[in-house]
């Protein structure tokens, strides 16, 4: 956490992380936010990494054993970015 001057007020700045888990990736910003109105005040660091869930699914009828590898890999991969970029 850090405090900034805005106007007249002072601002609660945390960094916190964010994933995404679609259909055909697995995405990952870590931003500074104001903590009392949620609003991202910087994004420090954004990424994508492909993970074919979707087409997986319509292939077998499920998500198999091999996409599912994958996918944990992909947040393994960014959850490593969120520590290297001081998002806890």
């Known amino acids: 956490f850090f405090s900034r001057a805005f106007g007249s007020a002072m601002e609660l700045i ?12 697995v995405k ?3 931003a500074d936010v104001d903590v009392a109105s949620g609003r991202v005040v910087r994004v420090a660091f954004a990424a994508e990494l492909p993970v074919k869930f979707a ?8 998500l198999s054993d091999a996409i599912i590898a994958d996918g944990l890999g992909a947040l393994r991969a960014l959850r490593a970015e969120c520590a290297a970029h001081g998002a806890r």
């Open 28 to 30: 990952l910003q870590v």
């Open 55 to 62: 087409l997986d699914w319509k292939t077998h009828g499920r």
């Open 14 to 25: 945390a960094r916190r992380a964010a994933f995404d888990v679609g259909s055909g990736a």
